[in-house]
């Protein structure tokens, strides 16, 4: 352990630490500040190019039937040291979700929360609860925590969406919930957990025509970097719990700055393409692609030539139910 202090000679060592170790105890004093760090440790953002994945998909749809798996996804793994199990970044897992006309992914719940962002195709659905929402370009979809969803696909063409879970903040409070079936509701057999969704959504779709026009409009209007809330009418609060979600406009020529933050999030380019400077890292990005803004770190935002439009996913909401929050300002 390279944060223990070798203060002691070996033979101390041996004699006041091991016998400790027999019975499960640590000196605290034998490490740095009690093990505390000054600050988190600095992240390098994470691109994924849609260029290098995009090539790939027509071979996954032949080699991984339907009837054979849950999901046909591929979850976007940071290679960063420090995430031991499968992770997007910190409390955000983000995967491909590919479907074929006439397959159906099925019935299933879990106590964590997802989004999906669709990227690909028309004629894929999600339902949530029973009531099913189109998927098109664009479209936010809203499964909350413990809400039964299934995906089907009545179009022609493949279709591609992007998901956004927060399964690793799930994960790292052990609180993973899981049930296959298509029971509705929070009623219904499976494990009692506490507190999950009632199943009433007030908006389970946000579609991307209204968005864009929006931000278009606010655009016009002179505002030079439009972002969009999704936000939960009833609550007046970001949609799910733990996920936030916004959409942002670049307008040519424009800069839009990121201020620091204790938050995660990750970027999905819809429209357009630019440039996101993150510290001494340069995110050259296109249309489709994902990356990371991991916490501490100031962006910029900006187009090369015409408009572009992004939608982030944030952790924020659960550093700032919880008085965690912290940001720098400008
Ligand atoms: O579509 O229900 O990417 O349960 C990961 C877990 C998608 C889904 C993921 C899931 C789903
Ligand atoms: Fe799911």
Known sequence: MTDFILGYNFHKMKSVLQPLQMLDLEPLWERTAGGLKPAPAPEAPKHWRWQDIEPLIDGIIDDVPMDQVERRVLTLKNPDQRYALTTTIRNINCGIQ???????????????????????????????????????????????????HAHAHQGAERVIWIDFLDVPFYRNLDQIFFETGGSHGAGGKGPRVGKMHDGTLPVGRFPWDAVSAQIAAAAAAGDATPAFEYIDPVIGDSALSTLDCRAIGLSPGEKAVVAASSANAVYLVIEGAGETVIGDTTVSWMRNDLFTLPQWQAAEHRSDGGSAKLICVSDRPVLRRLGLLQELEG
Do not use: C, F, K, Q
């Open 98 to 148: 590919i479907l074929m006309p006439g397959e159906t992914a099925p019935p299933h719940r879990h106590s964590p929360n997802a989004l999906r962002i669709s990227l690909e195709g028309e004629g894929g659905m999600t339902s949530v609860n029973g009531t099913s929402y189109e998927m098109r370009r664009g479209d936010v979809i809203l499964t909350p925590s413990w809400t039964t």
